[in-house]
């Protein structure tokens, strides 16, 4: 059974920072892409990051690029993502994916985790 678990979400003030973490089990994902989605309430779910199997190429929605950074560990099967100069706007529940490719999601999902950002 395929699981992909988040963690290091939190409440944060605005400028600050958060790491994310995925780790995948069941399956390994070292030659797919993965990525993050967010969702905030009474929104749809929309892309933030994403990164190429091999960590070679990354991806980035415009509201995040030059503050957040994502990146890989295929030995340990995980994606991160630096969130940096943080803002209330960010705030959502984070979303783990793999599978996809680019910008487009896979079929495997986490749980999701909180990042609520304070002015």
């Known amino acids: 059974q395929v699981q992909l678990v988040e963690s290091g979400g939190g409440l944060v003030q605005a400028g600050g920072s958060l790491r994310l973490s995925c780790a995948a089990s069941g399956r390994t994902f070292s030659k797919n892409a993965m990525g993050w989605f967010r969702q905030a309430p009474g929104k749809e779910r929309e892309f933030v990051a994403a990164?190429?199997?091999?960590?070679?190429?990354?991806y980035y929605a415009d509201s995040v690029k030059g503050r957040f950074t994502i990146s890989r560990d295929n030995a340990k099967n995980t994606v991160f993502l630096q969130m940096n100069s943080l803002k209330p706007e960010d705030t959502a529940v984070y979303y783990c994916?793999?599978?996809?490719?680019?910008?487009?999601?896979?079929?495997?999902w986490g749980q999701g985790t909180q990042v609520t950002v304070s002015s």
């Open positions: 990164v190429s199997w091999s960590g070679g190429s990354t």
């Open positions: 994916n793999a599978g996809g490719i680019a910008t487009l999601s896979g079929d495997y």
